[in-house]
């Protein structure tokens, strides 16, 4: 059905860039809060950011605050994920999900309600 589609991983060298997409098949996209979530090999999944609806407020993980900024083109149906100075220990199958709501301030850093999950990117982190 792809509801949600990841785009943008790839193979990076430690210390570089990469820009994720989810591109969202949704209607009313402003009324989704949107997250991301990885998931490395022999670890648990995890949270590591979140966008509200509006856009206007977002919230990071300490292992990511500071290297990844999460931002929305509501026009283009679309959250993007930029992520800087990437580590090893950033390899991982990067997901996000969405949350309905109309509350367009609040982003959720949880899996518990989310509506509907993409497919996953991989981003591997090597030199």
């Known amino acids: 059905q792809s509801l949600l589609v990841e785009s943008g991983g790839g193979l990076v060298q430690p210390g570089g860039s990469l820009t994720l997409s989810c591109q969202a098949s949704?209607?009313?996209?402003?009324?989704?809060?949107v997250t991301w979530f990885r998931q490395a090999p022999g670890k648990e999944r995890e949270v590591i950011s979140c966008?509200?609806?509006?856009?206007?407020?977002?919230k990071y993980t300490e292992a990511v605050k500071g290297r990844f900024t999460v931002s929305r083109d509501n026009a283009k149906n679309t959250v993007y994920l930029q992520m800087n100075s990437l580590e090893p220990e950033d390899t991982a199958v990067y997901y996000c999900?969405?949350?309905?709501?109309?509350?367009?301030?609040?982003?959720?850093?949880?899996?518990?309600?989310?509506?509907?999950w993409g497919q996953g990117t991989q981003v591997t982190v090597s030199s």
């Open positions: 966008i509200s609806g509006s856009g206007t407020n977002t």
């Open positions: 949704l209607p009313d996209f402003s009324y989704d809060s």
């Open positions: 999900a969405t949350q309905s709501t109309l509350v367009t301030t609040m982003c959720f850093m949880t899996a518990t309600g989310m509506n509907f």
